[in-house]
């Protein structure tokens, strides 16, 4: 049973994951990858950061992003991701349903409490 | 004590323990396995080695200098392994459940899955192991370590590059220039990882073909891919697949055309060097003879041209400038393509393109000086006095100076036009010409026509008299010289002799085998070539020259 709740909890996760990653993104005019990674670990998010480039990449090849090389002072040149208009139309879409989402399941949730009131009095 | 290997992780080189490194290849290998069928599949892993890199320079600012099995694990753990990248589901085990996760979103036309590669395929490790570069090194020297790193490079012997430079060190100081050359242009080798690195990879015909080898062998992986890929095509999903497979398709094409190039790059580079050398020692031949190391050189060609001891030493500034500064720059820049560096060094190309103009400066000013040397021309016309033939045949033959007498001195050869001795200094030439023509009078007449410029009429004439040339005469036999030399300490001046024999009508002329070499177009009545002409008796007639004894006529 724990670990069914785990599985679930991960997928949900895993479902705005890329809402989160977008809206990073658009919060900074550009950001290299581990800096995301840092955000996402700050919220619990992603557990492992090779989770994160595979979604960059698919981000990118979408359209939704793109990035330049910066030379680091410290190591390999970075990639430096920054949103594009695609990307900035697909977010407000994105957002909106996640405002609806919310909406939605705070009603669910709503409903079963008051169920359950109704039931125990 | 343990073994370390060199590695390329993100395009920086670093130095692995063994352990560590098979832990980071096995690693590697799986992330590939994982994403084998995702798209872009060659950005995502490289992106991860790019991390990777990233994370092994920041273990490394504390003085370390070698990547042990712990900083793996730690780097691993970061990244985490590839089971945890899509959430918590295991590798495989349902693969049912993978599809599960693998949902699209038409509104948005994207879709992405979780689906595991098949681990069992082969994959093809890339991650390329460091490629040898060239240092000097400060560990095994003897002047500034350039030959032992250069011997590092190529893996051979560093006593081997010592005697060469040694031996080419007599060849008029080649080996000492290109020493100094290379002293600047390599780097030398500081750190332990630069130590390495020029121990690295041997770059030699194997590893070049190797590589090539490896670039082919990709192409045909992509090849594959893209035969797969096409099989396949049809859903939209697929054909941006395809486009993916074709683009690294022509990608792995230019990497291969790329490896060829740099074959043929660095034997452009070998060309040049060889070509500088060979260049260098002709120069300093020409040269060191202002010095006096060498019985011929510049000087002694100088003499002819200039008036004072200053004005050859610029000569042999400017020209040692204006030949020897490209000179240089080609060496340096055939060693560039040799060992592959890319560093630009602005201010040695200002500099060397500052003082290359100086030479041209130097020498267009002793140029345009001395082109008023040769203003004026002065032709003068001497009467040799030659007795008259006995009986009416004149019998003309040429003396050429044997060369194998010649031989014996020192001498220079400019093709059929000169010689140039050291004995005296004399300058000889010989192309002296004869032209025959109808006399005036009843006697033979032989004329000198001496020919020279000067800045001004009477300097030319002047010039034009000091030709030196001997003309012998045995009874009826008329011995003339195609060879004519200036006087001691004569400056060259354009000088030119010919001679014109005059025959009165009624007389005849024999021309012997070697007057072929300086007959100038002779009119006969026969209409014969100059070569046919030798070896007939040739009797002046009104009409012009006449054949006596002319077989074929």
Not at chain 1, 69 to 80: A, D, H, I, N, T
């Amino acid at each position: 049973m724990e670990n069914y709740i785990a599985n679930v909890e991960a997928q949900m996760r895993k479902g705005i994951l890329e809402l989160c990653i977008l809206n990073i993104i658009a919060s900074e005019v550009e950001i290299y990858p581990s800096e995301i990674i840092a955000r996402l670990k700050e919220s619990k998010l992603i557990v492992v950061e090779g989770t994160l480039y595979p979604l960059l990449t698919r981000l990118k090849n979408q359209g939704l992003l793109s990035y330049q090389w910066v030379e680091s002072p410290s190591g390999p040149p970075r990639k430096y991701y920054s949103l594009t208009e695609a990307g900035r139309a697909c977010l407000d879409e994105l957002n909106k349903t996640w405002n609806e989402l919310i909406f939605a399941v705070k009603q669910t949730i709503k409903k079963s409490k008051r169920n359950e009131e109704n039931s125990n009095s | 004590m343990k073994k370390t290997v060199t590695v390329n992780i993100g395009r920086i080189v670093f130095h692995i323990d063994e352990d560590a490194f098979e832990l980071l290849h096995k690693y590697l290998e799986t992330i590939k396995a994982h994403f084998h069928t995702s798209e872009g599949k060659e950005e995502i892993t490289s992106d991860i080695e790019a991390r990777i890199a990233e994370l092994f320079s920041e273990k490394l600012k504390n003085g370390k200098q070698v990547i042990s099995i712990e900083d793996v694990q730690e780097a691993i753990a970061i990244m985490g392994k590839p089971e945890e990248f899509g959430g918590d589901e295991t590798n495989g085990s349902d693969k049912s459940k993978g599809e599960n996760f693998k949902y699209s979103d038409k509104q948005y036309g994207y879709s992405y899955g979780y689906t595991y590669g098949d681990k069992s395929e082969n994959f093809h490790y890339t991650g390329t192991f460091t490629k040898r570069r060239v240092y000097r090194n400060p560990d095994d020297k003897v002047l500034g370590g350039v030959c032992s790193g250069i011997s590092a490079y190529l893996d051979i012997d560093p006593l081997w590059l010592r005697l060469l430079f040694a031996v080419l060190f007599f060849g008029f100081g080649s080996g000492l220039l290109l020493y100094i050359i290379l002293w600047i242009i390599l780097p030398p080798a500081k750190t332990t990882a630069e130590k390495l690195e020029m121990k690295g990879e041997k770059v030699n015909v194997e590893n070049i073909e190797k590589n090539i080898h490896e670039e082919m062998g990709n192409l045909k992986n992509k090849f594959e891919d893209f035969k797969k890929e096409a099989k396949d095509f049809g859903s939209k999903d697929r054909r941006d697949n395809v486009r993916g497979a074709v683009g690294s398709f022509v990608h792995a094409i230019a990497q291969a055309i790329l490896a060829v190039v740099s074959v043929f790059v660095r034997l452009f580079g070998v060309l040049f060097v060889v070509i500088g050398i060979v260049i260098f020692i002709v120069l300093m031949r020409l040269l060191l003879g202002a010095i006096g190391w060498f019985p011929m050189g510049h000087s002694n060609f100088a003499v002819l041209f200039f008036d004072t001891r200053t004005q050859v030493l610029w000569s042999s500034i400017g020209i040692t400038l204006l030949i020897g500064i490209p000179l240089l720059m080609l060496m340096y820049k055939g060693f560039r393509l040799i060992f592959n560096i890319k560093t630009r060094n602005r201010p040695l190309n200002v500099i060397a393109a500052s003082i290359w103009i100086v030479g041209v400066v130097i020498c267009s000013v002793l140029f345009f000086d001395k082109l008023d040397n040769y203003n004026e021309r002065n032709i003068s016309r001497i009467d040799a006095n030659i007795a008259q033939p006995a009986r009416d045949i004149l019998y003309v033959d040429v003396d050429r100076k044997d060369r194998d007498e010649w031989n014996e001195n020192f001498h220079i050869e400019v093709g059929d036009f000169g010689d140039f001795s050291d004995e005296n200094n004399l300058v000889t030439f010989h192309d002296a010409k004869l032209k025959i023509v109808k006399s005036n009078d009843t006697i033979f007449h032989l004329t000198k026509v001496q020919s020279a410029r000067g800045r001004t009429l009477k300097e030319a004439e002047t010039y034009s008299h000091s030709i030196n040339s001997e003309i012998k005469q045995k009874d009826s036999l008329l011995i003339i010289p195609d060879y004519y030399s200036l006087e001691e300490k004569t400056k060259f001046q354009f000088q030119h002799l010919n001679f014109i024999l005059k025959v009165p009508v009624g007389k005849t002329i024999f021309l012997a085998q070697k007057t072929k070499h300086v007959l100038d177009d002779i009119d006969n009545v026969e209409d014969m070539s100059d070569h046919k002409m030798v070896n007939h008796k040739w009797l002046m007639t009104d009409k012009g020259l006449k054949c006596m004894d002319c077989k074929e006529l």
